[in-house]
């Protein structure tokens, strides 16, 4: 399939939208009122810090909504004051996000629903329905799907996205395999995957070793294809489709990891090829989102201050507040991952995500005492969700 040219065709389509409806003014008060915080903008305004009684409240000097999400949700707003009647779907979650994803369903604005087999019922979709796209995108084939249907569609895909859509595009023009830094299952990794010819799909710098290893000394193919079962290209051969490669990422991957794999593999095919042919078997181009790398950036350097504990803000299933979960980690900073205030109590008691595991709870998580705690949110996470959490922390502390 020619993704290039279907793509032409849909924006080119009366019913395809990917700029908002001159709703902007009334959209923006209401999202201000719905996820914004008065007492985040104070903590801003006072060089990131508050102290209340024995707490001392560090905030990331980049943390939550990026203009990517912030962009994603005032376009669904929109979406539904132009279309007040009509039936409206969202073919994932707009953004990995609890409370957003709440207030779409009370916008009634509906879910795709998912059969026993996993897969999505598009069944569902009539002609006059509305459908969003969210800010990771949709597979070319679901995007495929709707336009044959008629709907309209409106397309929230994050720009960032879609610079890498253009990439893995660019790399099968010139019949490069692309290489996607990401998890296999994450929405964005699934829509970018789509637009490739042939993929390999590695999560993290282990597992690319582990293929330029097989580059340079062979292996063994059913081994090969076993480990990365669900993550390549229907007819996927390591021993032929590793010859040209081209490095594309799930936007929400640590950039240093990123990074490093693009490295790796390029030495590798330099000391396979020659560094005078690298050129025909390597292609790499700077997709790295600007936003998830100002929120790691801002984490690195909130790790060098003396803090007693980290708490990061956002989603379960959100991708970049993993990965910003796992820097105060890598420092040895007692660190606590959670999607709401909800999760904290009663007393001083919490719920979190442990990282690469389950939920726990924890008593007694805030210790005597004073007490620098460092906060952090995800890009997909409100402000307001962020206050709500210290406002829980100034609480507990008040009462022990």
Known sequence: MDTKAFKRTLQSSQNYYRKGFGRSQEVTQLLRFEYQSNLIQQIRDNCYTLQRGNVTIKLAEAFGFCWGVERAIALAYETRQQFPNERIWLTNEIIHNPLVNQNMSEMQVEFIPVNEKGQKDFSVVAQEDVVILPAFGASVQEMQLLNEKGCKIMDTTCPWVSKVWNSVEKHKKGNYTSIIHGKYKHEETIATSSFADKYLVVLNLQEAEYVCNYILNGGDRSEFLAKFARAHSPG??????????????????????????????????????????????????????????????????????????????????SSNTTQLQTIPSQHGIPSYHIDSAERIGPLNRIEHKKLHSSLEIVENWLPSGPIVVGITSGASTPDKVVSDVIEKIFDIKAAI
């Open 236 to 317: 996927f051969d390591p021993d032929t489709d590793l010859e040209r490669i081209g490095i594309a990422n799930q936007t929400t991957m640590l950039k240093g990891e990123t990074e490093q794999i693009g490295k790796l593999f390029e030495r590798t095919l330099m000391r396979k090829y020659g560094p005078a042919e690298i050129n025909n078997h390597f292609l790499s181009f700077n997709t790295i989102c600007d936003a998830t790398q100002e929120r790691q950036d801002a984490m690195f350097k909130m790790v060098e201050e003396k803090l007693d504990l980290m708490v990061v803000v956002g989603g379960f299933n």
